[in-house]
């Protein structure tokens, strides 16, 4: 669902209700989906500020070699 929710945001990193909203998954689920693709799959990055003002940590499918 993040790669589909990233390309409709014309490919840039989506915020995780982005995620929840397109998904219908709950949140914390989503969450733990997302810390597990991230911090062990390695197949997604998290970007963390960057927004003004600041608005949690953003998702985007890791770029691929």
Same mark, same amino acid.
């Given at each position: 669902m993040l790669t589909a929710t990233q390309e409709r945001n014309g +490919?840039?990193?989506v915020h995780l *209700? *982005? =995620?929840v909203r397109a998904? +219908?998954? @709950?949140?914390?689920e989503?969450? =733990?989906?997302?810390?597990d693709l991230t911090q062990v799959h390695r197949l997604v990055t998290e970007l963390a500020g960057?927004?003004? @003002?600041d608005?949690?940590?953003r998702y985007e499918v890791a770029?691929?070699?």
């Amino acid at each position: 669902m993040l790669t589909a929710t990233q390309e409709r945001n014309g +490919g840039d990193a989506v915020h995780l *209700e *982005e =995620i929840v909203r397109a998904s +219908g998954v @709950p949140q914390e689920e989503t969450r =733990i989906l997302l810390h597990d693709l991230t911090q062990v799959h390695r197949l997604v990055t998290e970007l963390a500020g960057g927004d003004t @003002p600041d608005m949690a940590p953003r998702y985007e499918v890791a770029p691929r070699l």
